[in-house]
Every structure is written in C-alpha cells, then in structure tokens.
C-alpha cells in the first residue's frame, strides 16, 4: 500500500507499507553508506529515480554549449591563468613600491 499526503509547505508525506525486510535493510545500509538518515536516502533514491533524466539532459546541453564555446573561441590567443595571475602580482608589486611599501 502507498500513501501520499498533501503537507501545508507543499511538500507531500510518503508511507510505503509491506516493504520487503531485505528491501528496508538494504536502504538501511545504503543509507549508512552515504552518510544520511534513511528517510534522506529514501527522498534521494526518489528524486534520483523520478528526476535522473532530466538532469542528465542538462549535463549533456551544457556539454554541448561548452563545445559550441570552444569551437568558436578556437586560436584567439587567450592569457592563461598564470599569466593572468603573474600580471596582477607584479601590479601589485608596483603599487605597493610607489607607495614607498606602505599599504
């Protein structure tokens, strides 16, 4: 038997009855595995299952956004992020000499 029950925050109250005793083990322990209480497994197990899809669709656009990006900014020379860095140290550096060391 399932129950769903409407809360007042919007959030639903689900009770599984005649569950398998190796089933709600097997939760139990997968539950310990990750570290959570087994009603956040069970609620991670759910949107995993419900919702799994559609984030693995998301991965995949960004994915392809990402390629597109780098396809069109192929060769445009852009500075790394160590001479990024290296540039504002030595302005920095600068700064700081012109203000005769002090900050």
């Not at 920095?92 to 203000?99: G, I, M, P, T, V």
């Amino acid at each position: 038997m399932l129950r769903l029950t409407a809360m007042e925050a919007g959030v639903a109250t689900l009770t599984v009855r005649n569950l398998d005793d190796d089933v709600a083990r097997r939760l139990r322990i997968r539950a310990a595995e990750h570290g959570r209480s087994a009603e956040a497994e069970h609620r991670e197990i759910l949107r995993t299952a419900l919702l799994g899809g559609e984030q693995k669709l998301a991965r995949q656009q960004a994915t392809e956004r990402l390629a597109e990006f780098r396809r069109r900014t192929a060769g445009r020379g852009s500075a790394s992020a160590a001479e990024l860095l290296d540039e504002s140290r030595s302005g920095r550096s600068a700064a700081l000499s012109a203000a005769g060391g002090k900050v």
